[in-house]
Nanobody
Framework: QVQLVESGGGLVQPGGSLRLSCAAS????????MGWYRQAPRKEREFVAR???????TYADFVKGRFTISRDNTKNTVYLQMNNLKPEDTAVYYC?????????????WGQGTQVTVSS
């Protein structure tokens, strides 16, 4: 069974930092783009950042200069370093990845990890 498992969420004060991790596991042939999305209460899920297999990165404008996405292909893991967090960053953060198995190539989603920024 192929799955993505996030970790690293929690409660942090404004201006603080968190590092999210997302590990892919299962019978995976290849992992392509990996990324992060978030969903705040009463809002739609939105794109945060993405990294390709050759480490080309893309960021949403509202996180540029504050968040950094990276990946470790030896561990099938993607990270999101979040600095200078703001209350408006409060959301459930979801990991996403396109992965190939023996059956198909499709997008997978993690279960989400809660990030709360509050004093």
């Amino acid at each position: 069974q192929v799955q993505l498992v996030e970790s690293g969420g929690g409660l942090v004060q404004p201006g603080g930092s968190l590092r999210l991790s997302c590990a892919a596991s299962g019978s995976i042939f290849s992992i392509y783009g990996m990324g992060w999305y978030r969903q705040a209460p009463r809002k739609e899920r939105e794109f945060v950042a993405r990294i390709t297999r050759d480490t080309t990165t893309t960021y949403a404008d509202f996180v540029k200069g504050r968040f950094t996405i990276s990946r470790d292909n030896t561990k099938n893991t993607v990270y999101l370093q979040m600095n200078n967090l703001k209350p408006e960053d409060t959301a459930v953060y979801y990991c996403n990845s396109a992965m190939a198995t023996s059956i198909n190539l499709r997008d997978y989603w993690g279960q989400g990890t809660q990030v709360t920024v509050s004093s």
